[in-house]
């Protein structure tokens, strides 16, 4: 097992590619970033240099011990502004990415809202949206083509509309915010690779359109804020449990907190889910002895019923399906640090202000830690099969004091929405369509997943299911 070196005599610089003066390998990267990465960190270990982009050295921590030790046992010194400079513009000062004294505060008041049982109180929120949706392609008939992905990105997009400031779209109420944050995302995600960016500054008609939706976003976000400080009316939601908070002083957020709050749980908390979502419809029609494996879940426990919160412990192989969707394709695919003084990790050298990737995509493939890492086995979830994994082998969530607020959020919609889905729907892959991972600021797919639904009858008892497996593997 590699241990992150505490020896301060160790001055080793760790292997890489061979990157270009200025600009390292960022060539390679931004050409196949999945690609490059994983062969990186197959070809180079635990810890890789990526040459420097100007002044700034560019690693790859791909060793789940110094995963750890960067997320979990020295995080202060490790931060995140510096790469969230443009998202700035758009979350202010939020939890997502604030650092220090103002992210504990923010932290401690905000985490009691995510809590196990607050999320329980979201369930029925979480069924609700998902039963429009079913309606709706119910009415589409059988045989009908989806853009998969974008159903579930408007269906998690929905819930966190709903759970977070009740706004219920699918029951006429209108948004402007929608179409802002999409401009926005667009916008930032087009930037991740480019090698030219104009400063947002310059006014460019891109830059324009992107600096007017973010005005309108904060315009509709102080609005909502606003109507909420002054009415009387709380609705069960996020954003009345935040203006509920308070600290051990009695003193709570601010109105732009508030905001920046509000405005960074839209940019985390349904673009990750809406992805993994599809790639999960993607993976269960390439394996049909897995989507069985679930069908005897459903039925057993649900015998066709909307699943409710006391069913989520016992659909614990959809739970296992989610995990190893997210192994494959974790939406949140990489994310970066910097380091404030000098450090050693697992025996090299990073000298002060370098970059440094985490790559839950990459680690989660390592061959050390998973056998045929590129196999989709649910199984490897099972509690027999987990035992003796180190713990940031899988990491889809972060970990450490900055693990992801909405973990528990987002595996128990991901778990309804499985279960309310598979049970009234089959979906196919069209054949030939090209599926294919597009690493932006999550793990999109490039084409879309074409899919046509295929209606299933309620299945009401798992002998039923047997006597199809039987015939299927006669
Ligand atoms: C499958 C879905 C999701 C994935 C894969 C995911 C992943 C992550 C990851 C990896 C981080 C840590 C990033 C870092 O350390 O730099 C994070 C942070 C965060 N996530 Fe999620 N997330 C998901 C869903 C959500 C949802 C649904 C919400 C809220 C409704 C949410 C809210 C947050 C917040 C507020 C943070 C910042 C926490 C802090 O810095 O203290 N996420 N997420």
């Given at each position: 097992m590699v241990k992150p070196s505490t020896s301060p005599s160790v001055r080793k610089s760790p292997p890489g590619p061979r990157g270009y003066p200025i600009i390292g390998c960022f060539p390679q990267m931004a050409s196949k970033p999945l690609q490059f990465l994983t062969n990186a960190a197959r070809e180079y270990g635990d810890v890789v240099h990526l040459g420097s982009i100007g002044p700034q050295q560019l690693y790859l921590i791909a060793h789940p011990d110094c995963v750890k030790y960067v997320l979990?046992?020295?995080?202060?010194?490790?931060?995140?502004?510096e790469n969230f400079q443009e998202m700035k513009l758009v979350i202010g000062e939020g939890l997502v990415i604030s650092e220090g004294d103002s992210w504990r505060r923010q932290r401690r008041l905000m985490q009691p809202t995510f809590h196990r049982q607050q999320i329980g109180g979201m369930v029925n929120d979480m069924t609700g949206i998902t039963a429009k949706l079913l309606e709706r392609w119910s009415q589409l008939g059988s045989g009908t083509t989806l853009d998969i992905y974008d159903e579930m990105l408007l269906l998690t997009q929905n819930i966190l509309l709903k759970t977070t400031l009740s706004i219920d779209v699918d029951n006429g109420d209108t948004t402007d915010l929608i179409p802002a944050w999409n401009t926005i995302y667009k916008f930032l995600s087009d930037r991740l690779w480019a090698v030219f960016k104009p400063p947002i500054s310059f006014p460019t008609p891109k830059n324009r359109s992107f600096q007017q939706a973010v005005n309108t976003l904060n315009s509709i976000a102080n609005r909502i804020i606003q109507q909420r400080l002054q009415g009387n009316d709380a609705p069960n939601d996020i954003l009345s449990m935040l203006l509920s908070t308070q600290d051990e002083s009695g003193q709570g957020l601010s109105a732009q907190q508030l905001h920046d709050q509000i405005v960074g749980l839209f940019s985390a908390g349904f673009e990750t889910s809406g992805a993994v979502l599809s790639w999960i419809w993607y993976l269960l029609s390439k394996h049909p002895v897995v989507e069985r494996q679930l069908q005897v879940e459903l039925s057993t426990v649900l015998g066709g019923r909307t699943p409710t919160v006391d069913d989520l412990p016992n659909l614990k192989y959809t739970k296992m399906v989610v995990q190893e969707a997210m192994r494959l394709?974790?939406?949140?695919?990489v994310y970066a640090r910097n380091n404030l003084a000098d450090d050693e990790i697992g025996g090299y050298h990073i000298p002060a202000g370098s970059m440094l990737l985490l790559s839950p995509y990459v680690t989660h493939r390592l061959p050390a830690f998973w056998d045929n890492p590129e196999g989709f086995d649910p199984?490897?979830?099972s509690p027999e099969h987990s035992?003796?994994?180190?713990?940031?082998?899988?990491f889809p969530f972060g970990g450490g004091s900055r693990q992801c607020l909405g973990d528990i959020f987002a595996l128990t919609e991901l778990q309804l929405v499985i279960a309310m889905v598979s049970q009234h729907f089959r979906l196919n892959l069209v054949p030939e369509h090209p599926v294919e991972p597009n690493p932006l600021l999550?793990?999109?797919?490039?084409h879309g997943i074409l899919m046509t639904l295929e209606p299933r009858a309620?299945?009401?008892?798992a002998s039923q299911l047997d006597t199809q497996n039987a015939l299927l593997t006669h």
């Amino acid at each position: 097992m590699v241990k992150p070196s505490t020896s301060p005599s160790v001055r080793k610089s760790p292997p890489g590619p061979r990157g270009y003066p200025i600009i390292g390998c960022f060539p390679q990267m931004a050409s196949k970033p999945l690609q490059f990465l994983t062969n990186a960190a197959r070809e180079y270990g635990d810890v890789v240099h990526l040459g420097s982009i100007g002044p700034q050295q560019l690693y790859l921590i791909a060793h789940p011990d110094c995963v750890k030790y960067v997320l979990q046992e020295n995080p202060q010194n490790y931060t995140k502004g510096e790469n969230f400079q443009e998202m700035k513009l758009v979350i202010g000062e939020g939890l997502v990415i604030s650092e220090g004294d103002s992210w504990r505060r923010q932290r401690r008041l905000m985490q009691p809202t995510f809590h196990r049982q607050q999320i329980g109180g979201m369930v029925n929120d979480m069924t609700g949206i998902t039963a429009k949706l079913l309606e709706r392609w119910s009415q589409l008939g059988s045989g009908t083509t989806l853009d998969i992905y974008d159903e579930m990105l408007l269906l998690t997009q929905n819930i966190l509309l709903k759970t977070t400031l009740s706004i219920d779209v699918d029951n006429g109420d209108t948004t402007d915010l929608i179409p802002a944050w999409n401009t926005i995302y667009k916008f930032l995600s087009d930037r991740l690779w480019a090698v030219f960016k104009p400063p947002i500054s310059f006014p460019t008609p891109k830059n324009r359109s992107f600096q007017q939706a973010v005005n309108t976003l904060n315009s509709i976000a102080n609005r909502i804020i606003q109507q909420r400080l002054q009415g009387n009316d709380a609705p069960n939601d996020i954003l009345s449990m935040l203006l509920s908070t308070q600290d051990e002083s009695g003193q709570g957020l601010s109105a732009q907190q508030l905001h920046d709050q509000i405005v960074g749980l839209f940019s985390a908390g349904f673009e990750t889910s809406g992805a993994v979502l599809s790639w999960i419809w993607y993976l269960l029609s390439k394996h049909p002895v897995v989507e069985r494996q679930l069908q005897v879940e459903l039925s057993t426990v649900l015998g066709g019923r909307t699943p409710t919160v006391d069913d989520l412990p016992n659909l614990k192989y959809t739970k296992m399906v989610v995990q190893e969707a997210m192994r494959l394709y974790p939406g949140a695919w990489v994310y970066a640090r910097n380091n404030l003084a000098d450090d050693e990790i697992g025996g090299y050298h990073i000298p002060a202000g370098s970059m440094l990737l985490l790559s839950p995509y990459v680690t989660h493939r390592l061959p050390a830690f998973w056998d045929n890492p590129e196999g989709f086995d649910p199984e490897r979830f099972s509690p027999e099969h987990s035992v003796g994994r180190p713990r940031y082998a899988y990491f889809p969530f972060g970990g450490g004091s900055r693990q992801c607020l909405g973990d528990i959020f987002a595996l128990t919609e991901l778990q309804l929405v499985i279960a309310m889905v598979s049970q009234h729907f089959r979906l196919n892959l069209v054949p030939e369509h090209p599926v294919e991972p597009n690493p932006l600021l999550t793990l999109q797919t490039r084409h879309g997943i074409l899919m046509t639904l295929e209606p299933r009858a309620t299945l009401d008892n798992a002998s039923q299911l047997d006597t199809q497996n039987a015939l299927l593997t006669h």
